[in-house]
């Protein structure tokens, strides 16, 4: 009688303790053991396979992938892949890198004062809503970056970078002309008379790297003889103008003259100067610029289509990437240009 209450007692125990084991959830993993490659009973292999045990792990190293940013085909680029310190592989991104992919490092407040030869640890925190894809399969590395945090991409724009200067040269160009008048007296030789003249223009410069040296001369020469009473006369002159040197200002898109030469006619008359001047040229700026540009902006809960009408009709149409954008597109006039 004492024996079955004293069972009856422990029921209730094993009862909880099972209860307690099936609700305690079991961590495991896929393990590979790597004495299975070993050929013919031969020495186990001692390879470390523990990189491929997590799915999706991506060993570290050096891989060329193709790049897309906001969707964008980049080309391919060599990089380097490390483990940070969750235990992820990420890629080896740096400041410079990103600013030459598009990003806006240079302008962002998160870049400022880090190094631009050393990899970012964390691009999201960096920049919110950025993200970044590998795909090792197909060796694709899509970076998703909000358009706010871009590089002006302006239709029709070149980078200043990519800007060539032109190859060292000298320009000259001239024109002359002269004559000979003879005018022969009718008693004497005496009284003959001959007169010379020479007219010489000469436009010259100089193109060296940013560089450019233009110069304007002029020679004159007026020769008399003869003549009753006989006599000589010779007058010549040398005189340069509209000397000056000229280089563009790429950061400004403008350009800066030094020497002699003329303000422009727009609005009121040219006059001649000699000085600097120091003006805007609308040729650095692409065609889409050369007017009225309102700024458009929004936030894209996700890759989102912007289109801009104008009475009804699509003036420009794009893609951003999920995050605050902003652009400025130009408004054309009313016969559609």
Not at 23 to 35: L, S, V
Not at 51 to 57: D, I, K, L, Y
């Amino acid at each position: 009688m004492n024996i079955r209450r004293v069972e009856l007692s422990l029921l209730p125990s094993l009862m909880g303790a099972a209860l307690l084991a099936a609700a305690t959830p079991a961590n495991a993993r896929d393990y590979f053991d790597p004495g299975l490659l070993a050929l013919m009973g031969g020495q186990a292999a001692t390879t470390d396979l523990s990189a491929f045990e997590t799915s999706g792990h991506i060993p570290p190293g050096n891989y060329l992938v193709t790049l897309f940013v906001n969707q964008v085909d980049l080309g391919q680029h060599q990089l380097m892949f490390h483990t940070d310190d969750t235990g992820k592989t990420a890629p080896e991104l740096t400041p410079a890198f990103l600013h030459k992919v598009g990003v806006n490092t240079q302008v962002l407040p998160a870049f400022s004062g880090l190094p631009t030869d050393v990899p970012v640890n964390n691009l999201q925190a960096l920049i919110p809503e950025a993200s970044v894809h590998f795909d090792f399969a197909q060796q694709r590395l899509d970076l998703s970056v909000p358009q706010i945090a871009m590089q002006a991409n302006t239709q029709g724009a070149v980078d200043p970078a990519l800007w060539d200067h032109g190859v060292p040269a000298l320009l000259l160009n001239y024109s002359a002309n002269g004559g000979r008048n003879w005018q022969d007296s009718q008693y004497d030789d005496e009284g003959n008379k001959v007169q010379t003249n020479l007219f010489t223009s000469v436009r010259g410069g100089l193109n060296l790297q940013a560089w450019r040296l233009r110069s304007d001369m002029t020679y004159t020469y007026n020769e008399s003889r003869g003549g009753s009473p006989a006599q000589s006369q010779r007058t010549q002159n040398t005189q340069f103008t509209n000397t000056y040197v000229q280089r563009d200002i790429a950061a400004l898109r403008s350009e800066l003259l030094v020497g002699e030469n003329n303000t422009e006619n727009d609005v009121f008359d040219s006059i001649p100067f000699q000085g600097m001047k120091l003006n805007s040229s609308d040729d650095m700026l692409p065609t889409s610029l050369r007017g009225f540009a309102p700024v458009i902006s929004g936030i894209a809960q996700s890759n989102a289509r912007v289109t801009v009408s104008q009475n009804g009709n699509v003036v420009y149409q794009t893609f951003v990437a999920p995050g605050a954008f902003s652009y400025q597109r130009p408004v054309p006039d009313r016969a559609g240009r």
